[in-house]
């Protein structure tokens, strides 16, 4: 299969193929242009992994698994929103959460996580509007 | 921005499939109910833009995954 290539601002030069896409058909929130991301993980980087968008090499997001902050998180999608995502089972879904890490703020998004089909590479930012988690929710002081 | 005068019980029509219609009017409330297809994704505009406004703090810096590791381990 053929491999493209992107110049990454957080990985230099980063080489992928058509197959390791994923494909976010509405975009997600502030970025409602860019479809096409690959999820970067590498064992030197854990906890984190890393959404870096194919569509506008310039821009990454750092991910954490959001039961690393929340051990009992609860994941419940409406059904319209797995349904979207071809998902027969909220279970089989890799569920992220947007990590903020700046001066100004350490958090984590566990309201609205990145979630991927991994069997149809389709994904989401998904609202659990039920869910009382927080945008902003301080990482804190454990590892 | 297009503006409309409704009183409540009348609509608006958006394309074929959307509809909104005014419920209810109490001083500064307005009651609205939407009819759209369940794809359509539907949210208070502030939820929406607290989304947004944290994607796009996440996404300021490009931080090296080795800055970002011992930024997480110095908490």
């Known amino acids: ?143 | 921005m297009l503006v409309f005068t409704r009183r409540s019980g009348e609509s608006l029509v958006i394309g074929a499939d959307i509809r909104v219609t005014v419920l209810a009017v109490d001083r500064d409330q307005v009651r609205i109910g939407i009819q759209a297809p369940r794809q359509i994704p539907i949210h208070r505009s502030e939820v929406y833009e607290a989304i947004v406004a944290q994607n796009q703090a996440a996404s300021q810096s490009a931080m090296p995954p080795a800055e970002l590791l011992s930024r997480l381990k110095g908490r």
């Open chain 1, 1 to 143: 299969m053929m491999s493209e290539r992107i110049a990454t601002a957080r990985f230099g030069e980063v080489n992928y193929s058509e197959k390791d896409l994923i494909h976010f058909a509405k975009g997600i929130p502030g970025f409602e242009k860019l479809n096409r991301f690959l999820l970067i993980g590498e064992e030197k980087h854990e906890p984190f992994k890393f959404l870096q968008s194919v569509d506008f090499p310039p821009l990454s997001f750092p991910l954490l698994d959001p039961r690393l902050i929340v051990p009992d998180y609860q994941f419940a999608p409406s059904e319209d929103q797995t349904q979207e995502l071809g998902l027969q089972d909220p279970g089989e879904a890799l569920v992220y959460s947007i990590v903020t890490l700046s001066e100004k703020q350490q958090s984590v998004n566990l309201f609205a996580p990145l979630v991927i089909n991994p069997l149809n590479r389709k994904a989401a930012q998904v609202i659990l509007l039920k869910s009382g988690y927080r945008v902003d929710e301080p990482l804190s002081g454990s590892d």
